[in-house]
């Protein structure tokens, strides 16, 4: 890549984490502001950036139009699937990828290790909300209202001895989940099977999607999956790029 075209996208980058002086946008490309203005000058043309009435640089409404229009071609599905065969093939067991569809969190995409043994999830079908780790790496990350929304009227129908069976066992559970960063089904559906899972994030940083690796508990016990959680939080990120997800700038 050019140098030109890097700072170029390094500024569009910073442009659509909010409005930035002059100054700043000169400071963290490491140029002069006379070259990063002849830049923004550039760029503003196209209508990729603009400048605010304070003075500041933000993103324009060309990049919006830009990012709608290409929208139809990054589908979840489609985007994420070659990240979770990669993790399946690495890791060895299930992979589930789920994401949130208004109200509802349901399965998107699944990938199963050659062999007779199934696990439950269908694409398709919801996901239980308080048992399955996809869930809750979704619904600790979303805005209280909407949580409540997803969760409205649903049941916590005990499956088995651990799982949680009051919304506020499952919000306690939530909290640790956004602490650490990934989530957990410690057999709550089925006692013989568990999995770690990960939230994937879109261009605006919502949690949208989560990613988890699920196994049987004679195959891996609770140390050995906790292992590969480092492969699947890769995954997620690498999903979470493809959507347009950037780490906010240092």
Same mark, same amino acid.
């Given at each position: 890549m050019s140098q030109t075209v890097?700072?170029?996208?390094?500024?569009?980058?910073?442009?659509?984490?909010?409005?930035?002086?002059?100054?700043?946008?000169?400071?963290?490309?490491?140029?002069h502001r006379t070259t990063a203005?002849?830049?923004?000058?550039?760029?503003?043309?196209?209508?990729l950036v603009r400048r605010l009435p304070d003075g500041t640089w933000g993103a324009g409404?060309?990049?919006?139009?830009?990012?709608?229009?290409?929208?139809? @071609?990054?589908?979840?599905?489609?985007?994420?699937?070659?990240?979770?065969?990669?993790?399946q093939e690495k890791a060895g067991h299930t992979v589930h990828?789920?994401?949130?569809?208004?109200?509802?969190?349901?399965?998107v995409d699944k990938i199963s290790?050659?062999?007779?043994?199934?696990?439950?999830?269908?694409?398709?079908?919801?996901?239980?909300?308080h048992t399955a780790g996809v869930s809750k790496a979704i619904l600790a990350h979303l805005p209280p209202a909407h949580a409540d929304e997803v969760l409205e009227g649903w049941e916590f129908t005990p499956y088995t001895p651990a799982t949680l069976t009051t919304r506020a066992a499952l919000d306690q559970e939530l909290r640790a989940v956004r602490e650490r960063g990934w989530a957990a089904d410690e057999g709550e559906f089925e006692e013989f099977v568990h999995c770690v899972a990960v939230p994937v994030r879109n261009a605006f940083g919502d949690v949208t999607a989560a990613v988890s690796l699920t196994a049987l508990c004679a195959q891996a016990d609770r140390a050995a999956l906790h292992a590969l959680l480092p492969p699947v939080i890769r995954c997620a990120a690498a999903i979470?790029? @493809?959507?347009?997800? @950037?780490?906010d700038p240092p």
């Amino acid at each position: 890549m050019s140098q030109t075209v890097s700072r170029a996208t390094a500024i569009l980058r910073l442009a659509c984490g909010g409005p930035r002086s002059l100054a700043d946008i000169g400071d963290r490309l490491g140029v002069h502001r006379t070259t990063a203005l002849r830049l923004l000058h550039t760029l503003a043309e196209s209508g990729l950036v603009r400048r605010l009435p304070d003075g500041t640089w933000g993103a324009g409404n060309g990049l919006a139009a830009l990012a709608a229009r290409a929208g139809g @071609q990054f589908g979840l599905r489609d985007l994420a699937h070659p990240h979770l065969a990669a993790l399946q093939e690495k890791a060895g067991h299930t992979v589930h990828l789920a994401a949130l569809r208004e109200s509802t969190i349901v399965y998107v995409d699944k990938i199963s290790p050659p062999g007779p043994a199934r696990m439950y999830a269908r694409i398709g079908r919801p996901v239980p909300l308080h048992t399955a780790g996809v869930s809750k790496a979704i619904l600790a990350h979303l805005p209280p209202a909407h949580a409540d929304e997803v969760l409205e009227g649903w049941e916590f129908t005990p499956y088995t001895p651990a799982t949680l069976t009051t919304r506020a066992a499952l919000d306690q559970e939530l909290r640790a989940v956004r602490e650490r960063g990934w989530a957990a089904d410690e057999g709550e559906f089925e006692e013989f099977v568990h999995c770690v899972a990960v939230p994937v994030r879109n261009a605006f940083g919502d949690v949208t999607a989560a990613v988890s690796l699920t196994a049987l508990c004679a195959q891996a016990d609770r140390a050995a999956l906790h292992a590969l959680l480092p492969p699947v939080i890769r995954c997620a990120a690498a999903i979470s790029e @493809q959507l347009g997800y @950037q780490e906010d700038p240092p």
